[in-house]
Every structure is written in structure tokens, then in C-alpha cells.
């Protein structure tokens, strides 16, 4: 199912850099979760969708338990662009490939636009002990872990964008 502007927009890559990238604010709605086409899908926060390559699934992802604090980490400053936005990500790899997943694979784009990754202001001072980390993941096995982003918005998409390109996206 195509999937509004706000997430064509997704498609761009995460900046490298600690300064996000600024896109033109849009009003992003929710729709149907699916992704048979490798498109970007709209999905409500919770709900497992499953990515596919020539027909074969590559992953089943989940994102869920969004958690948004203003305040300090234990381990360092507050959120230079207003808040933590802590999300537990859940992957399964595909029944025939292993998969590597990576924090990185995933960033926030805000109401404002703007796409914040993890890299994004302190968001590496606020990741916790539960963090998702870079791995390589069997097929059939599942890694679950913490991304946690540095961001302006108390609303907007958690993206899934494997080397920059944006298959799925979670409201928040």
C-alpha cells in the first residue's frame, strides 16, 4: 500500500553526521500494515510486519513500548533536541538467510520533518544496557533490543530504512 508523502520522504538516507536532516514537515497518517512490494508501509506502534525479497520473507520486525523522556540520562546529558525517544525493537530473520541488524537501520522522523538517528544529538549518552547493538542474526533467530534517538517531536514515524532505504515505518 503506497504510503503518504511523510514517508516518501523516508526513503532519503539518515545523515552520517550528528545533525539531522531537515525535510519539509508533513502530516503523516496510518494505514493497513502491508509490505508485499518492498515499499515503505505505515504501521501502528506494536504491530509485526514481515519484509520480503522476490517473494521469500526476509524478516519479521516489530516495534513497540515507545518511551519519551526530557529528562537527563543516568549515564549522561538531556536530549539536546528535546527529547529520548526509546523504542524495543524486535527481529526475526528469515527462515533461510541470516540477517544483519543494526541500530542504524533505524531513525525518527519527527512532525517537524526532520530525520533524527542514533547518532542524533545525545542519543548515544541515553542507550541504555538493553540496547540494540550491530549483529548478525541466524535464520529463524531473533534479536531484540533498545534504540533509543534523540529527538524534537512528542509525535512521529520510527522508520526502518536497512542501508537508507525506508520499508517500514511505526506511528508514535
Known amino acids: 500500500m503506497a504510503v503518504t508523502a511523510a514517508l ?9 553526521g550528528s545533525k539531522p536532516v531537515r525535510f519539509a514537515p508533513q502530516q503523516p497518517q496510518v494505514t493497513a500494515p502491508v509490505n508485499t512490494t518492498g515499499a515503505a508501509t505505515a504501521i501502528r506502534m506494536g504491530t509485526t510486519t514481515e519484509t520480503r525479497a522476490n517473494g521469500v520473507p526476509t524478516a519479521t520486525i516489530s516495534v513497540s513500548d515507545s518511551q519519551l523522556s526530557a529528562a537527563a540520562s543516568a549515564k549522561g546529558p538531556g536530549p539536546e533536541y528535546g527529547y529520548f525517544a526509546s523504542f524495543k525493537v524486535t527481529v526475526e530473520a528469515g527462515p533461510t538467510q ?10 525518527v522522523q519527527g512532525s517537524d520533518g526532520v530525520h533524527y538517528n542514533v547518532t542524533s544529538g545525545n542519543s548515544a549518552s541515553a542507550a541504555g544496557s538493553q540496547a540494540l547493538v550491530h549483529v548478525s542474526v541466524a535464520p529463524g533467530q531473533t534479536v531484540v533490543g533498545t534504540v533509543t534517538i534523540d529527538e524534537s517531536s512528542a509525535h512521529g514515524w520510527v522508520v526502518y530504512a536497512p542501508q537508507g532505504r525506508a520499508l517500514d515505518a511505526w506511528w508514535f
Open 8 to 16: 516518501s520522504l523516508a526513503t532519503a538516507a539518515c545523515s552520517s
Open 98 to 107: 541470516s540477517l544483519v541488524v543494526d541500530p542504524s537501520d533505524f531513525y
